[in-house]
């Protein structure tokens, strides 16, 4: 599934298509987007942003096109020019005067009118979205220490949505060794600096996995794990999917765990558990 910086990147190259355009033609075949044709045609695309795994797109009009992918949707941008080919339901359809943007199979849609955009219940369930730049890690670390995260796991925190919105499965492996968390610490186990250190990760290691395609670790890390021949479903990270292989920290093994059958890679040795559970 998607996580936080893949939907970003979605929303970055729709935006490209469609910000400051008039979408001049559509197609609308879904139930939720019957008012489409008053709503969306003719008026002018103001902004397509993400927040955690939803996709808002903004008119002129003053309404908002909001989706939710979930594990299935799927969005494409070709020139308008272009055949497309797809087996796949066609949700919403944006032709303007070079692109066609499509949204296929989600099932997760809502047009609602811009100002009332924060009532959407899955967006009123939100954390703090990490990619959003006015979410520092100070204010992530801050946020660490609230009550209702304060006693949680790390395993369970960091896939939450309410939480800390836009982590995911491999952003959650990669976040806790980046800081040396073990996913069975809660924030309450931990001192200042752990908590400092996990707080610039989950800031960090998700901007860069924005920045740069899903990759977590540095440039020099990938390229040396590249060279040795690795895939890049591994070489893109420092545990995730490394399990069973040497640590790139510190060379012992990576281990694999399962919480609620989602796996999660770490690292017994840069990871140790804080807390006491004599
Ligand atoms: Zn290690």
Sequence with gaps: MPEGPEIRRAADRIG???????????????????????LILGHEV???????????????????????????GRWTVHLKTTDHNSRRSLRAEFMTDKHAVRLWSATDIQLVPTAEENGIPFLQRLGPDVLDPA?????????LREKKIYRKKGATLM?????????????????????????????????????DRWATAIKEITQRAYLEKGVTVPKEVALSSKARGEPRRMWRHAVFCRNDR?????????????????????????????????
């Design 246 to 278: 040497p640590c790139l920290t510190c060379g012992d093994l990576v281990l694999r765990k399962r919480y609620a059958g989602r796996r999660l890679d770490y690292c017994p040795s840069c990871q140790p558990a804080r807390r006491d559970r004599s």
């Design 159 to 195: 896939l939450d949505q309410r939480c800390f919105a836009g982590l995911g499965n491999y952003l959650r492996s990669e976040i806790l060794h980046a800081a040396g968390i073990h996913p069975d610490d809660r924030p309450c186990d931990l001192d200042d600096e752990s908590l």
């Design 46 to 72: 103001l902004s397509v942003t993400s927040r955690a795994k939803a996709m808002l797109i903004r008119f002129s009009s003053g309404w908002t096109m909001y989706s939710h992918n979930q594990l299935y």
């Design 16 to 38: 490209k298509a469609l910000v400051g355009k008039v979408v001049l033609d559509g197609h609308w075949p879904f139930p939720s987007l019957n008012q489409a044709d008053e």
């Design 135 to 143: 979410i520092t890690s100070t204010k992530l670390q801050a946020h």
